[in-house]
């Protein structure tokens, strides 16, 4: 296969805003492709070799690709830098040097997918003394052979800057038309939730079809997609809507992990952000203590790694724990920030997955699968979440009331019924957290996407003095704004923005984005920022939940304020949605409504 093929239905993904319309694109595409490519292909429409968990990425420096694009299209170095602090995306520069290219080498040879691949394994396993050398040759020889579409692909593959638009859902749409039915689509999407491998799904299913993707079952090593909990303004709605009982956990405020444990020969432990990142080396006294003190051979466990103060036993703020995500240092990290990790969940254990098992099964084999220390006086790596059977408002009240004052966020309640499976890559009122944020003005805090910046003015000229962020909408896989953002930031962050922000730019409005606002720059989503508000109102020019209260007009955050958390740990998909956004527009209404809350309702001063 030409690489010329897969980079033109890149470009028509790109340049499309239907999802329907993407949809038909890889549909067709996939049923073209020969099947023992197609995994090869999933991975670089993400700009990668492997899943999205494997450790190992490309991530060429853009100097680097700017020399390479320099000596292949024969331009000076200075022209080439100059149109990257105009542009910044390598790939634009590759497609638009290459196009003026005045001739091409006779020596030029159409470039293969295969080569491709060739080239992007010899950049990305390079190490050692020469290895920016060999990097850059290996990228120069796909550059000479390559048109200019082909040249754009590539360069955004080796920066981690791909962005054609299709998302994991879109692309499970596609899969489902080319190779089943669209009613078989939940049995891709259950593959894909257990494994966070779209291209084993893929090829497994265009290989065997349904009936083999019914067969990929849970393994430890690969990650499970989280599942998440929804949102409720009090606890008595809480208790109603779990059937008048249920289980309420503490909600730590740490890092979630999931945990992969294998012991003997061959053993490791894996722990797994909820954005799939390895956080093994970030925690390894949790890694060694869950492998040492697991009874059986095998599991997979969910739990919060929480700072803990080791004289008193008392929990510590998070941001103690934020210490432990430092790449350098990490044994004086660990001894100076000891670390509790609470499990609340388990997934696989010998054998047998549970994550189709109701809660209540779960939590028993969880309890029995770790030797853990019950004496207070002495400290242990291992615990389990604070858990209680509720079913009435004042011990409900009681138990989060302790939570807090335990330095916990709130609670989560969990259903005990018996369809409380663990639902992977979902958010639903099997589980519903309640935070002590929903007891001010306005419930629980955003995390938002920043998919746009504003440049500053006044002490803030020559940086982004705001942003325009976004919430996710998982039915139409677009980002649509919510506010703009210019409240809450420090100096030292608004000087770390262009760092942080400028691997994202984009020279139009990503198709992924759905905006009436124009920002001076655009971002491809990917950073996520933890935002409060003081409530939210009918916005005739943001885009979250457009239409749905009002004709022509969406809904944006009032007085919006960046808390100071990037949140790293999740992805854009997995930040507020813009059906959240739109229930706490609805509670607040409620609230707002409550004549209690009226002179001479059922409270007044």
Known sequence: MQFSDIAEVFDRLEHTSSRLEMTDILSDFFKRVDPRDLRQIIYLSVGRLHPDFYPQELGMADKLVLRA????????????????????????IAEQLIQKKKQM?????????????????????????????????????MLHDSGPVEARYICRIVTGRMRVGAGSMTVMDALASAFA???????????????????????????????????????????????????????????????????????????????????????????????????????????????????????????????????????????????????????????????????????YLDGTDYTLSPYPKRREILEGAFDVNTDPSTYDHVGYTTRAVIDNDDDAQRFFDTAIASKCEGII????????????GSRGFLWIKYKKDYTQALVDSFDLTVVGAFYGMGK?????????????????????????????????????????????????????????????????PGVVLEVTAADISISPIHTAAYGSVKEDAGLGLRFPRFTGRVRDDKTPEQGTTVGEIREFYDMQEERDADPSDEPGGEFTD
């Open 69 to 92: 694009i320099s000596a292949v299209s024969g331009r000076p170095q200075s022209e080439v830098d100059q149109l990257s602090i105009r542009i910044g995306d390598p790939g634009d």
């Open 105 to 141: 080498t006779l020596f030029s040879e159409p470039l293969t997918f295969e080569a491709v691949i060739e080239g992007l394994t010899a950049i990305e396993t390079a190490s050692g003394k020469d290895s920016q050398d060999r990097k850059m040759k290996h990228l120069s020889r």
């Open 181 to 347: 039915n669209k009613e078989d689509r939940p049995e891709i999407e259950r593959a894909f939730n257990i494994t966070c491998d779209m291209g084993l799904v893929a090829e497994t299913l265009a290989e065997g079809g349904l009936e083999a993707v019914r067969k990929i079952g849970v393994s430890v090593g690969s990650p499970i997609r989280v599942m998440l909990a929804e949102r409720l303004r009090s606890l008595p709605d809480i208790i109603d809507r779990m059937g008048g009982k249920c289980a309420f956990e503490y909600k730590y405020d740490g890092i979630r992990v999931q945990a992969h444990i294998r012991k003997g020969d061959g053993g490791f432990v894996k722990l797994y952000s909820r954005r799939l990142e390895d956080m093994t080396s970030n925690f390894p006294d949790i890694a060694e203590a869950l492998q040492r003190q697991l009874r059986g051979s095998e599991a997979i466990i969910e739990g919060e790694c929480v700072a803990i103060d080791p004289s008193t036993d008392n929990l510590m703020p998070f941001q103690n724990v934020t210490h432990r995500r430092k790449k350098h240092g990490m044994s004086q990290a660990v001894e100076d920030v000891p670390v509790r990790i609470f499990m609340f969940d388990l997934l």
């Open 413 to 424: 309640a969990k259903s005990l019924e018996d369809e409380s499976i663990y639902r992977a």
């Open 460 to 524: 803030r000229a020559g940086v982004y003095g705001a942003l325009l962020m976004a919430a996710y909408d998982p039915d139409t896989g677009k980002f649509c704004t919510t506010c703009k953002l210019g409240t809450g930031f420090d100096d030292a962050f608004l000087a770390s923005l262009p760092s942080l922000l400028d691997r994202y730019r984009s020279e139009s409005k990503p198709t992924s984005v759905f905006a009436e606002m124009v920002p001076d720059v655009w971002f491809v």
